[in-house]
């Protein structure tokens, strides 16, 4: 189970090892609820309903539920249809 520390301000609320999964390479990088939950700036309540709707998970016994982060990642792209918007670099 990954934990970690919020940091309040204008810089990423979310840490370093959860911004970019590394799953391309091999080295996955699995999470539970509140972790998604953080990646994606949802409540737990809503990863939920994203199950519901088919977040890809790994169920691990009858309770705990694992994610490969990456996965998620891909999948709120492709179901939400997000792209990036404006110049990069631009502030």
């Not at 309040?8 to 911004?19: A, K, N």
């Not at 990863?47 to 990456?70: A, C, S």
């Given at each position: 189970?990954?934990?970690?520390?919020?940091?309040?301000?204008?810089?990423?609320?979310?840490?370093?090892?959860?911004?970019?999964?590394?799953?391309?390479t091999?080295n996955?990088?699995?999470g539970?609820?509140?972790?998604?939950?953080?990646?994606l700036?949802?409540?737990?309540?809503?990863?939920?309903?994203?199950?519901?709707?088919?977040?890809?998970?790994?169920?691990?016994?009858?309770?705990?539920?694992?994610?490969?982060?990456?996965?998620?990642?891909?999948?709120?792209?492709?179901?939400?249809?997000?792209?990036?918007?404006?110049?990069?670099?631009?502030?």
């Amino acid at each position: 189970m990954v934990r970690y520390q919020i940091n309040i301000g204008p810089v990423s609320r979310m840490p370093s090892h959860l911004q970019k999964p590394e799953s391309p390479t091999g080295n996955f990088k699995f999470g539970d609820k509140q972790d998604v939950a953080a990646m994606l700036g949802l409540c737990r309540r809503s990863v939920d309903n994203l199950l519901e709707r088919g977040l890809p998970h790994l169920k691990l016994g009858r309770r705990r539920i694992r994610f490969d982060l990456e996965e998620v990642r891909l999948w709120a792209k492709r179901e939400f249809g997000t792209a990036r918007t404006g110049k990069v670099g631009v502030q």
